[in-house]
């Protein structure tokens, strides 16, 4: 019995569909904000809910956790459904020279940001914590979208602008839990604007250069470069002048408008993959 419902629960996400692209991301969020809730109350004398980036430990306990947590339950998923090698191994399309403007731009970010870093205002603990945050979430959110659903909707059967946009537009969404931790709804609606352009070079990062640890990386290197620069979550968004370096702010702006426009630039469509024999085993 046991051999037959791994089948069964293999065979129901093999079957791909737009919306199991969508169920995946909302179940990892719940699962996401769950952990974080607990981890809060394990933590509780640990975390700042003032200033959550206040200290190494805040960091460690109130952000870095709960995403560990959930990149762990997504990579442990992935293993499950024998996605491992279609995920992490070569992309099934190539990209085009101008997709490399994405990257690109994404780079030139993080060097602006950390260029303009008052790294006097920062411990070295904070620094080392914000960078192991950094891979957490470069990890698990790419993980999350340019790896588990951009395959889903490729599995699907749908063009790569689709699975772009769509992608891209459930990395963005995915923003909106903060309006839980009490962030405000004009803050968090740029921010979506931003991360959907963000998601979109992280596509065309992931196609130009054949793998998902381009985006992981990159990612992984945004997150606390922006942290550092501005002083706080999502700061260069609310607020792109506190902190930030006036290139950081045009190049930022200008990812934004590349990314939008990237959108009627994609063409293609990926060559799906017969399911392996780890699936099938499985």
């Not at 609606?189 to 992931?206: H, I, K």
């Not at 992981?216 to 700061?235: F, V």
């Amino acid at each position: 019995m046991g051999e037959a419902i791994k089948t069964t629960r293999a065979g129901f996400w093999d079957r791909a569909t737009t919306w199991k692209a969508v169920l995946l991301v909302v179940a990892y969020l719940a699962f996401y904000l769950g952990v974080g809730r607990i981890c809060r109350q394990v933590f509780a004398d640990q975390v700042d809910a003032d200033n959550v980036v206040g200290s190494a430990a805040s960091i460690l306990f109130g952000i870095a956790l709960p995403i560990a947590i959930g990149g762990a339950a997504l990579l442990a998923f992935t293993a499950k459904v024998g996605w491992l090698r279609d995920i992490f191994g070569s992309q099934p399309i190539g990209g085009r020279n101008w997709m490399w403007i994405g990257p690109i731009l994404v780079a030139a970010a993080i060097v602006a940001h950390l260029s303009g870093t008052n790294w006097s205002a920062w411990s070295g603990g904070q620094v080392a914590a914000l960078a192991l945050l950094g891979v957490c979430i470069g990890f698990t959110e790419e993980l999350a979208t340019r790896g588990l659903a951009v395959k889903i909707l490729r599995d699907a059967g749908h063009t790569e602008v689709f699975v772009a946009l769509v992608s891209s537009l459930l990395f963005a969404l995915m923003h909106t839990v903060n309006l839980i931790s009490g962030m405000s709804l004009t803050v968090v609606g740029a921010t979506v604007v931003y991360t959907f352009a963000f998601g979109m070079c992280m596509y065309l990062a992931m196609r130009v250069t054949g793998t998902i640890w381009t985006a992981m990386i990159l990612h992984g290197l945004t997150d606390p470069a922006t942290i550092l620069s501005t002083g706080g979550l999502d700061e260069a968004v609310a607020s792109p002048d506190s902190g930030a370096t006036a290139i950081a702010t045009a190049v930022t702006t200008l990812l934004i408008l590349f990314g939008f426009i990237a959108v009627f630039l994609i063409r293609g469509k990926a060559a799906t993959r017969a399911p392996s024999a780890e699936t099938v085993g499985s």
